[in-house]
Protein backbone atom coordinates (compact mmCIF):
# COMPACT_ATOMS: atom_id res chain seq x y z
CA UNK A 1 0.00 0.00 0.00
CA UNK A 2 1.52 3.79 -0.81
CA UNK A 3 1.27 6.00 2.08
CA UNK A 4 2.00 9.81 1.17
CA UNK A 5 2.43 11.36 4.62
CA UNK A 6 -0.64 11.04 6.84
CA UNK A 7 -2.97 9.87 3.46
CA UNK A 8 -3.10 5.88 3.23
CA UNK A 9 -4.17 4.89 0.04
CA UNK A 10 -6.00 1.60 -0.48
CA UNK A 11 -3.58 0.76 -3.33
CA UNK A 12 -0.65 1.97 -4.99
CA UNK A 13 -1.44 2.36 -8.76
CA UNK A 14 -2.49 6.19 -9.29
CA UNK A 15 -3.66 7.97 -12.21
CA UNK A 16 -0.98 10.99 -13.33
CA UNK A 17 -2.41 14.32 -14.12
CA UNK A 18 -2.60 15.25 -17.86
CA UNK A 19 -3.60 18.60 -19.19
CA UNK A 20 -6.76 18.41 -21.24
CA UNK A 21 -7.54 14.54 -20.16
CA UNK A 22 -7.45 14.21 -16.40
CA UNK A 23 -10.89 16.20 -16.35
CA UNK A 24 -13.53 15.22 -13.35
CA UNK A 25 -15.24 13.46 -15.79
CA UNK A 26 -12.42 11.20 -16.79
CA UNK A 27 -11.05 11.29 -13.15
CA UNK A 28 -14.23 9.44 -12.15
CA UNK A 29 -14.52 7.29 -14.89
CA UNK A 30 -10.62 6.01 -13.85
CA UNK A 31 -11.52 6.02 -9.88
CA UNK A 32 -14.26 3.51 -10.34
CA UNK A 33 -11.87 1.25 -11.76
CA UNK A 34 -9.52 1.50 -9.51
CA UNK A 35 -7.14 3.64 -9.10
CA UNK A 36 -5.81 4.65 -5.49
CA UNK A 37 -5.34 8.35 -6.29
CA UNK A 38 -5.74 10.44 -9.22
CA UNK A 39 -4.40 14.10 -10.40
CA UNK A 40 -5.96 17.28 -12.01
CA UNK A 41 -4.18 18.40 -14.84
CA UNK A 42 -1.42 20.82 -13.84
CA UNK A 43 -2.93 24.06 -13.00
CA UNK A 44 -1.25 27.54 -12.52
CA UNK A 45 -0.59 29.10 -9.59
CA UNK A 46 -0.52 32.71 -11.05
CA UNK A 47 -4.42 31.90 -12.31
CA UNK A 48 -5.54 30.96 -9.01
CA UNK A 49 -3.97 33.67 -7.01
CA UNK A 50 -6.34 35.83 -9.97
CA UNK A 51 -9.23 33.10 -9.27
CA UNK A 52 -9.45 33.16 -12.82
CA UNK A 53 -12.42 31.29 -13.71
CA UNK A 54 -11.45 28.89 -16.28
CA UNK A 55 -8.32 28.14 -13.62
CA UNK A 56 -10.65 27.84 -10.91
CA UNK A 57 -12.33 25.01 -12.78
CA UNK A 58 -9.72 22.80 -12.99
CA UNK A 59 -10.31 22.31 -9.50
CA UNK A 60 -13.83 21.32 -9.21
CA UNK A 61 -14.36 18.06 -7.69
CA UNK A 62 -16.40 15.23 -6.33
CA UNK A 63 -17.01 13.18 -3.47
CA UNK A 64 -16.90 9.94 -5.33
CA UNK A 65 -13.19 10.26 -6.69
CA UNK A 66 -11.10 11.17 -3.56
CA UNK A 67 -9.10 11.13 -2.84
CA UNK A 68 -7.99 14.06 -5.15
CA UNK A 69 -4.08 15.87 -5.91
CA UNK A 70 -4.14 18.63 -7.01
CA UNK A 71 -0.99 19.82 -9.74
CA UNK A 72 0.10 23.25 -9.54
CA UNK A 73 2.97 24.70 -11.45
CA UNK A 74 4.59 28.22 -10.71
CA UNK A 75 7.78 29.87 -10.51
CA UNK A 76 7.50 32.06 -7.73
CA UNK A 77 7.66 31.06 -4.21
CA UNK A 78 4.89 33.25 -2.52
CA UNK A 79 2.45 33.03 -5.56
CA UNK A 80 2.88 28.85 -5.22
CA UNK A 81 2.14 29.03 -1.36
CA UNK A 82 -0.50 31.37 -1.68
CA UNK A 83 -1.81 28.57 -3.90
CA UNK A 84 -1.55 26.35 -1.82
CA UNK A 85 -3.51 27.59 0.72
CA UNK A 86 -6.46 28.62 -1.58
CA UNK A 87 -6.45 24.57 -2.35
CA UNK A 88 -6.22 24.05 1.21
CA UNK A 89 -9.08 26.09 1.67
CA UNK A 90 -10.70 24.16 -1.03
CA UNK A 91 -10.54 21.14 1.36
CA UNK A 92 -8.63 19.06 -1.53
CA UNK A 93 -6.20 16.15 -0.28
CA UNK A 94 -2.94 16.29 -1.65
CA UNK A 95 -0.81 18.45 -3.20
CA UNK A 96 1.85 18.61 -5.85
CA UNK A 97 4.24 20.51 -7.24
CA UNK A 98 5.03 20.30 -10.70
CA UNK A 99 8.61 19.63 -11.65
CA UNK A 100 8.40 18.01 -15.17
CA UNK A 101 6.42 20.03 -17.23
CA UNK A 102 8.63 20.88 -20.43
CA UNK A 103 5.93 22.71 -22.59
CA UNK A 104 8.02 25.81 -23.82
CA UNK A 105 5.06 28.48 -22.49
CA UNK A 106 5.82 26.85 -18.40
CA UNK A 107 9.06 26.73 -18.72
CA UNK A 108 10.06 30.35 -20.23
CA UNK A 109 8.33 31.64 -17.16
CA UNK A 110 11.08 29.41 -14.91
CA UNK A 111 8.23 26.69 -13.69
CA UNK A 112 7.77 22.92 -15.01
CA UNK A 113 11.06 21.08 -15.86
CA UNK A 114 12.99 24.72 -16.06
CA UNK A 115 12.83 24.26 -12.18
CA UNK A 116 15.43 21.28 -12.72
CA UNK A 117 17.90 23.61 -13.89
CA UNK A 118 17.18 25.74 -10.69
CA UNK A 119 17.32 23.49 -8.26
CA UNK A 120 18.08 26.32 -5.23
CA UNK A 121 14.42 28.37 -6.75
CA UNK A 122 12.75 24.49 -6.55
CA UNK A 123 13.62 24.20 -3.18
CA UNK A 124 12.95 27.84 -2.43
CA UNK A 125 9.34 27.27 -4.00
CA UNK A 126 9.19 23.61 -2.00
CA UNK A 127 9.40 25.44 1.41
CA UNK A 128 7.19 28.34 0.95
CA UNK A 129 4.73 25.79 -0.12
CA UNK A 130 5.47 23.77 2.69
CA UNK A 131 4.95 26.42 5.27
CA UNK A 132 1.64 26.97 3.80
CA UNK A 133 0.06 23.54 3.20
CA UNK A 134 -0.31 20.87 6.23
CA UNK A 135 -1.30 17.79 4.29
CA UNK A 136 0.42 15.63 2.04
CA UNK A 137 2.77 17.13 -0.34
CA UNK A 138 4.25 15.91 -3.77
CA UNK A 139 6.54 16.93 -6.28
CA UNK A 140 6.26 15.13 -9.62
CA UNK A 141 9.74 15.53 -11.59
CA UNK A 142 11.50 14.33 -14.87
CA UNK A 143 15.31 12.53 -14.81
CA UNK A 144 16.57 16.04 -15.66
CA UNK A 145 16.69 19.17 -18.04
CA UNK A 146 18.86 17.44 -20.88
CA UNK A 147 20.87 14.13 -21.27
CA UNK A 148 22.84 13.08 -19.77
CA UNK A 149 22.36 15.80 -16.78
CA UNK A 150 20.62 13.34 -14.75
CA UNK A 151 19.45 15.43 -11.63
CA UNK A 152 16.59 13.59 -10.37
CA UNK A 153 18.43 11.87 -7.59
CA UNK A 154 20.07 14.47 -6.17
CA UNK A 155 16.79 17.01 -5.99
CA UNK A 156 14.49 14.15 -4.20
CA UNK A 157 16.91 14.38 -1.85
CA UNK A 158 17.00 17.78 -1.62
CA UNK A 159 12.70 18.00 -1.68
CA UNK A 160 12.58 15.19 1.14
CA UNK A 161 14.70 17.75 3.32
CA UNK A 162 12.54 20.84 2.12
CA UNK A 163 9.56 18.70 3.61
CA UNK A 164 7.88 16.81 0.26
CA UNK A 165 5.93 13.81 1.92
CA UNK A 166 6.53 11.72 -1.32
CA UNK A 167 7.60 12.04 -5.39
CA UNK A 168 7.11 10.96 -8.53
CA UNK A 169 9.61 10.48 -11.38
CA UNK A 170 8.97 10.35 -15.08
CA UNK A 171 12.31 9.43 -16.09
CA UNK A 172 12.34 11.06 -19.39
CA UNK A 173 14.72 14.73 -19.77
CA UNK A 174 12.56 17.51 -20.38
CA UNK A 175 14.26 18.00 -23.67
CA UNK A 176 12.73 14.63 -25.03
CA UNK A 177 9.00 15.30 -24.31
CA UNK A 178 7.24 11.96 -24.62
CA UNK A 179 9.86 10.65 -27.10
CA UNK A 180 11.91 7.67 -27.04
CA UNK A 181 11.27 5.22 -23.60
CA UNK A 182 11.64 6.07 -20.38
CA UNK A 183 14.59 4.61 -18.28
CA UNK A 184 12.62 2.91 -15.80
CA UNK A 185 16.67 2.56 -14.03
CA UNK A 186 16.12 5.77 -13.08
CA UNK A 187 13.69 5.07 -10.76
CA UNK A 188 15.35 3.02 -9.21
CA UNK A 189 18.21 5.49 -8.19
CA UNK A 190 15.86 7.99 -7.10
CA UNK A 191 14.38 5.44 -4.92
CA UNK A 192 17.79 4.70 -3.70
CA UNK A 193 18.57 8.23 -2.59
CA UNK A 194 15.62 9.13 -0.75
CA UNK A 195 13.53 7.72 2.47
CA UNK A 196 10.16 8.92 0.93
CA UNK A 197 7.97 6.78 -0.67
CA UNK A 198 8.71 7.41 -4.44
CA UNK A 199 5.80 6.81 -7.29
CA UNK A 200 7.40 5.29 -10.51
CA UNK A 201 5.74 6.74 -14.05
CA UNK A 202 7.04 6.30 -17.53
CA UNK A 203 5.21 3.51 -20.25
CA UNK A 204 2.67 1.41 -18.34
CA UNK A 205 0.56 0.54 -21.32
CA UNK A 206 -0.35 -3.31 -19.92
CA UNK A 207 -0.83 -4.40 -16.10
CA UNK A 208 2.33 -6.51 -16.36
CA UNK A 209 4.18 -3.36 -17.13
CA UNK A 210 3.04 -2.28 -13.64
CA UNK A 211 4.09 -4.77 -12.04
CA UNK A 212 7.21 -4.99 -13.51
CA UNK A 213 7.96 -1.46 -13.05
CA UNK A 214 7.07 -2.57 -9.21
CA UNK A 215 9.66 -5.31 -9.36
CA UNK A 216 12.52 -4.45 -11.14
CA UNK A 217 12.97 -0.35 -9.40
CA UNK A 218 11.32 -0.81 -5.83
CA UNK A 219 9.36 2.00 -6.25
CA UNK A 220 6.27 2.16 -3.83
CA UNK A 221 3.67 3.27 -6.24
CA UNK A 222 2.87 3.63 -10.24
CA UNK A 223 1.27 6.24 -11.87
CA UNK A 224 -0.48 5.46 -15.41
CA UNK A 225 -0.60 8.49 -17.95
CA UNK A 226 -1.69 7.75 -21.57
CA UNK A 227 -2.03 3.96 -20.85
CA UNK A 228 -5.08 4.88 -19.16
CA UNK A 229 -6.88 6.76 -21.67
CA UNK A 230 -9.40 4.80 -23.55
CA UNK A 231 -8.33 1.71 -20.84
CA UNK A 232 -9.58 2.92 -17.70
CA UNK A 233 -9.96 -0.95 -16.73
CA UNK A 234 -6.02 -1.47 -16.30
CA UNK A 235 -6.44 -0.05 -12.93
CA UNK A 236 -8.62 -3.00 -11.96
CA UNK A 237 -5.86 -5.10 -13.58
CA UNK A 238 -3.34 -4.13 -11.94
CA UNK A 239 -5.61 -4.91 -8.41
CA UNK A 240 -6.59 -8.60 -9.80
CA UNK A 241 -3.02 -9.16 -10.93
CA UNK A 242 -1.61 -7.91 -7.39
CA UNK A 243 -3.87 -10.13 -5.81
CA UNK A 244 -3.14 -13.22 -7.74
CA UNK A 245 -6.48 -13.62 -9.92
CA UNK A 246 -6.34 -13.48 -13.83
CA UNK A 247 -7.07 -9.73 -14.95
CA UNK A 248 -10.34 -9.61 -16.74
CA UNK A 249 -10.92 -7.49 -19.95
CA UNK A 250 -13.73 -5.59 -20.44
CA UNK A 251 -16.75 -6.79 -22.82
CA UNK A 252 -18.13 -5.23 -25.44
CA UNK A 253 -21.37 -4.24 -23.00
CA UNK A 254 -19.24 -3.47 -20.57
CA UNK A 255 -17.07 -0.96 -23.09
CA UNK A 256 -20.06 0.36 -24.44
CA UNK A 257 -21.66 1.24 -21.43
CA UNK A 258 -18.68 3.05 -20.04
CA UNK A 259 -18.59 5.01 -23.48
CA UNK A 260 -21.95 6.30 -22.76
CA UNK A 261 -21.35 7.47 -18.97
CA UNK A 262 -18.32 8.98 -19.88
CA UNK A 263 -20.07 11.12 -22.24
CA UNK A 264 -23.38 11.72 -19.84
CA UNK A 265 -20.38 12.95 -17.28
CA UNK A 266 -18.97 14.89 -19.86
CA UNK A 267 -22.05 16.60 -20.91
CA UNK A 268 -23.15 17.52 -17.10
CA UNK A 269 -19.28 19.07 -16.57
CA UNK A 270 -19.02 20.86 -20.17
CA UNK A 271 -22.79 21.15 -21.81
CA UNK A 272 -22.80 18.68 -24.64
CA UNK A 273 -21.78 20.66 -27.50
CA UNK A 274 -18.20 20.63 -25.68
CA UNK A 275 -18.99 16.84 -24.50
CA UNK A 276 -19.20 15.56 -28.02
CA UNK A 277 -16.33 17.33 -29.21
CA UNK A 278 -14.12 15.90 -26.61
CA UNK A 279 -15.54 12.39 -26.59
CA UNK A 280 -14.60 12.27 -30.39
CA UNK A 281 -11.34 12.23 -29.46
CA UNK A 282 -11.75 9.88 -26.57
CA UNK A 283 -13.80 7.41 -28.61
CA UNK A 284 -10.30 7.07 -30.95
CA UNK A 285 -9.05 5.68 -27.57
CA UNK A 286 -12.11 3.59 -26.59
CA UNK A 287 -11.67 1.68 -29.84
CA UNK A 288 -8.34 1.39 -30.24
CA UNK A 289 -7.20 -2.38 -31.44
CA UNK A 290 -10.59 -3.39 -31.58
CA UNK A 291 -11.77 -5.15 -34.96
CA UNK A 292 -12.84 -2.69 -37.64
CA UNK A 293 -12.04 0.41 -35.81
CA UNK A 294 -11.14 2.18 -38.09
CA UNK A 295 -14.58 2.18 -40.00
CA UNK A 296 -16.09 3.40 -36.85
CA UNK A 297 -13.93 5.83 -36.79
CA UNK A 298 -15.32 7.30 -40.46
CA UNK A 299 -18.52 8.06 -38.43
CA UNK A 300 -16.58 9.41 -35.18
CA UNK A 301 -17.17 12.90 -37.15
CA UNK A 302 -20.77 12.80 -36.81
CA UNK A 303 -21.14 12.17 -32.82
CA UNK A 304 -22.71 15.70 -32.00
CA UNK A 305 -24.95 14.82 -29.52
CA UNK A 306 -26.20 11.29 -26.90
CA UNK A 307 -28.55 9.95 -30.17
CA UNK A 308 -25.43 10.14 -32.43
CA UNK A 309 -23.31 8.26 -29.94
CA UNK A 310 -25.84 5.82 -29.52
CA UNK A 311 -26.37 5.28 -33.50
CA UNK A 312 -22.85 5.41 -34.45
CA UNK A 313 -22.50 2.52 -31.38
CA UNK A 314 -25.40 0.64 -32.63
CA UNK A 315 -24.03 0.41 -36.02
CA UNK A 316 -20.42 -0.29 -34.85
CA UNK A 317 -21.10 -2.66 -31.75
CA UNK A 318 -24.17 -4.78 -33.90
CA UNK A 319 -21.15 -5.20 -35.94
CA UNK A 320 -18.38 -6.48 -33.35
CA UNK A 321 -21.19 -8.56 -31.26
CA UNK A 322 -21.13 -10.56 -35.13
CA UNK A 323 -17.67 -11.40 -34.82
CA UNK A 324 -16.77 -14.65 -33.89
CA UNK A 325 -14.92 -13.77 -30.29
C1 LIG B 1 -1.74 14.80 -22.96
C2 LIG B 1 -0.78 14.81 -21.81
C3 LIG B 1 -0.85 15.83 -20.87
C4 LIG B 1 0.03 15.85 -19.77
N1 LIG B 1 -0.11 16.81 -18.83
C5 LIG B 1 0.66 16.77 -17.70
C6 LIG B 1 0.42 17.66 -16.62
O1 LIG B 1 -0.47 18.50 -16.64
N2 LIG B 1 1.24 17.55 -15.53
C7 LIG B 1 2.25 16.61 -15.45
O2 LIG B 1 2.94 16.55 -14.45
N3 LIG B 1 2.46 15.74 -16.46
C8 LIG B 1 1.68 15.79 -17.55
N4 LIG B 1 1.86 14.86 -18.53
C9 LIG B 1 2.87 13.80 -18.35
C10 LIG B 1 2.24 12.56 -17.69
O3 LIG B 1 1.75 12.85 -16.41
C11 LIG B 1 3.26 11.42 -17.61
O4 LIG B 1 4.33 11.84 -16.82
C12 LIG B 1 3.78 10.99 -18.97
O5 LIG B 1 2.74 10.90 -19.92
C13 LIG B 1 4.51 9.64 -18.88
O6 LIG B 1 3.66 8.65 -18.36
P1 LIG B 1 2.90 7.59 -19.31
O7 LIG B 1 3.92 6.90 -20.11
O8 LIG B 1 2.18 6.70 -18.33
O9 LIG B 1 1.97 8.38 -20.17
C14 LIG B 1 1.01 14.84 -19.64
C15 LIG B 1 1.09 13.83 -20.60
C16 LIG B 1 0.21 13.80 -21.68
C17 LIG B 1 0.30 12.68 -22.68
Not at 192 to 215: H, L, Q, T
Not at 227 to 244: C, E, K, T, Y
Request: with cysteine.
Amino acid sequence: MLRIGSLQLNHWVVLAPMAGITNLPFRLMVKGQGAALVFTEMVSAKGLTLKQARTMGYLKTDPMERPLAAQIFGSEPLVMAKAAELIWDMGLDVLDINVGCPVKRVTKTGAGAALLASPEQLIRITREVRRAWPGPLTAKLRAGWKRPELVAPEIAKQLEEAGVDALTIHPRYAKDGLSGKSDWSIIRRVKASVSIPVIGNGDVFRPEDAIKMKETTGCDGVMIGRGAIGNPWIFRQIRDMGAGTKPIKPDLKERREFIVRHFQLLSKFTGQERAARMMRGLLFWYTKGLPHSGRFRGSIGRIKDIKSLHQAMDTYFAALEDQPQ
